[in-house]
């Protein structure tokens, strides 16, 4: 076979997943700065959409979200958030370590990353999935600022076991109350909420519960100012 007719031939076989790839880098290339205005739907809110399943989610501007969720969100899941540019290098530089080395590794996931992985990503875990993440975070960190993050981080988050996205449906759920009216123990019960919905009900928590969202509080207090970027003109009414 000449060079030329197996040039051919491995083009034949490398188009297609080639294409693949390159609309899969095209859409969040795309897409993301369009959501500097628009309110994006998240792949766990189509994927239960497509399979008929429930989903309640009420877009709230973050001008309408309660200070003390937001610091609590911060404090709880991504406490370098207003200072790292989507990707906390120290903390994936040691879970790198540990994966290599067969320790037990805790994931690293910035806000930013969680946001990448709700919008264009998949749940499953995978080494290939946090690979994608991570130039994901950069380029949204690179085009979006630190409040529309956030915003679209409360707004696309799943907060309840039946299809509620977004905080305005797992406030109104637990609480019966809208997300600007939050105090410190229901901000910070929202909060803890968040790494497992399904199985965490802040309408009704357990002892362990109560005591994450207690040191959560207590963190929010002390270190609230660590999530001003997010306030209105870089403050939070606390």
């Known amino acids: 076979m000449t060079m030329a007719r197996r040039k051919k031939t491995l083009w034949r076989f490398l188009r297609i997943p080639l294409g693949i790839l390159a609309v899969l880098v095209a859409i969040p290339l795309a897409l993301t700065p369009v959501y500097l205005f628009a309110q994006p ?11 008929g399943q429930t989903v309640t989610r009420e877009w ?25 540019w989507g990707v906390d290098v120290s903390a994936l530089r040691i879970e790198v370590d540990n994966y290599l080395a067969g320790r037990e590794t805790r994931g690293a996931s910035t806000l930013t990353m969680q946001v990448a992985r709700n919008l264009f990503l998949w749940n499953q875990q995978s080494v290939i999935r946090k ?13 979006l600022p630190k409040r529309r993050i956030m915003e679209i981080y409360l707004n696309i988050a799943e907060w309840g076991p039946e299809g509620e996205f977004g905080v ?28 497992n919905p399904i199985l965490r009900n802040p ?8 005591r994450v969202a207690r040191i959560v509080e207590n963190r929010a207090r002390q ?3 660590r999530a001003a970027c997010v306030g209105k003109d870089g403050r939070l009414a606390l």
């Open 41 to 51: 739907v998240s792949v766990p809110m189509l994927s239960r959409l497509l399979t």
């Open 60 to 84: 709230r501007d973050i001008e309408d979200v309660s200070d003390r969720l937001k610091a609590s969100v911060i404090l709880s899941e991504d406490g370098q958030f207003c200072r790292h």
């Open 131 to 143: 690979a994608l993440e991570v130039p994901l975070a950069f380029y949204i960190d690179l085009i």
């Open 168 to 195: 305005a449906a797992g406030s109104l759920r637990a609480f019966g109350r809208e997300p600007q009216n939050l105090d410190w123990q229901t901000a910070s019960l929202l909060a803890v909420t968040l790494p």
């Open 203 to 210: 309408a009704r928590p357990n002892a362990g519960l109560l």
């Open 223 to 225: 270190y609230g100012e």
